[in-house]
């Protein structure tokens, strides 16, 4: 098949295509032969130092750990997009005092680092006399940030519904608030899934924030055991592999709800 | 106001750290997202393979857990570098994931006409490349580059939180001497801002000099 770079290789292309797989091959297995070497030369593949993690306590220890960052990532999500809609809502609001407020809101807490929101709720509100728990020193300053991604996922979802679909509203005796509800809203919800589920892979992402707060998530929990088994590469390698499986598994369903979209919008 | 000007020696040394974190890793990160861009559209599966490998793990950790990893599991393995270095290379690899889709994306954008009709009149692969492909590539990842590179910026900060002393570990170290959490916070803030600013700036006269309306 051709692609924009490249024709259909003749003799000569797949001649290269061969050298290259093999070239390409010996590559990859020469990098995870020198990473197991280096392993090997430090003692780390030593079969007590994995042992643990063929045991159900140091699993079950860690799984509590994604157990509190489902739980910590699920409320953020939900506080965070709904926070998002009202903040695309005043944005898309034909007044300006509304629509200021909701723009400056979003275009500032696009640029300041979540860590520094949380170093705000962990440092600076305790001194105003507000302590939180430690789940909600996590969740709150992820709800902030947040919600300014999904209100700009939001808005544009609201602003791809064609202009029409809002005056045949109006124009059949809707109030403004009901056009949206009604009309404008089910159809932007449709089309921003797909930016829905990719940018909650990336809070569930930022929910290893937990281990500043030393709230109990997965990393969090992986820093604990590290401290208490004395094995930290591997401990932190198996808190990768979780992380992994988990978001590439959300990804997967992002892109597969983005090229079912791409077949309705076809058919 | 006054706890900023008191302390400004060691938020200017933050900020000049974070500064270097950015630049460094940003343009680390450029050039092996150019790497897995080439990867990911090259005709040999198994580079393509690798290629996607690596954009579906760097994407799919959070960077906090690539910074623990690199600096309290590699020492394990006889890796170890000074902090600063350490965390360019780690934030430099995980933004070239995402500089590599944005690169590609814009590749995959060019319409397969435009490589057919280059190749047709006699073009080798490299003027192709040079003269028909990339300038209108270019054209479209301007503004996810300049994203990415806010992002760069934000990501930076998480650093601090493994021990490099940036613009936000400072800010924490002079809120724990001052007490005065509102002016030192909000001063890091608007540093940020200013940063994030400028660089959305340059992204918007970069690509209105680089976009050509049809």
Known sequence: MSTVLFDEPGPRARRR???????????????????????????????????????????????????STFLAAVVAAALSMAFGLVLALGRVSPRPWVRGPAAAY??????????LLVYVVLFALPRYGLDLPLFWKLVVPLT???????????RAGINSVERGQTE?????????????????????????????VSQSVGLLKDTSLGFVVSYGELLYSGKVLAAYNGL?????LVVALIYLVVNASL??????????????AHA | MGVLL????ELWQGLIVTFQLTAASFAGAAVLGVLVCALRVSPVRVLRALGT????TLQNLPLLVLLVLAFFGLPEIGIKAEPLVTAIVVIAAYEAAYIGEALRSGVNSVGKGQGEAARAIGLTFAQSLRHVVLPQALRTVVQPIGNIFIATTMNTALAAAVGVVDLTASAQRVNLVEAQPIPIFVGAGVAYGLIAAVAGFVTGRLERRLVILR
């Open chain 1, 17 to 67: 295509i061969r050298v290259a797989t093999v070239l390409g091959t010996l590559a990859a297995v020469a990098l995870v032969v020198l990473a197991v070497r280096q392993f090997a030369a430090n003692g780390q593949l030593d079969a007590a130092r994995w042992q643990p993690y063929a045991t159900w306590p140091m699993w079950r220890y860690l799984l509590d750990g994604l157990w």
């Open chain 1, 106 to 115: 979003v275009e500032v807490v696009r640029t300041i680092p979540a860590l």
């Open chain 1, 144 to 154: 902030v940030s947040n919600a300014a991604a999904y209100a700009e996922i939001f």
């Open chain 1, 168 to 196: 045949a509203g109006l124009a059949v005796g809707l109030t403004r608030l009901q056009t949206m509800r009604l009309i404008v809203l089910p159809q932007a919800a449709r089309r921003v899934l797909p930016s829905i």
């Open chain 1, 232 to 236: 930290l590469i591997q401990t932190y």
């Open chain 1, 251 to 264: 990804s997967k369903l992002a892109r597969m709800l983005e090229a079912r979209q791409r077949r309705n």
């Open chain 2, 6 to 9: 008191e302390h400004l020696p």
């Open chain 2, 53 to 56: 490998a690596y954009v579906e």
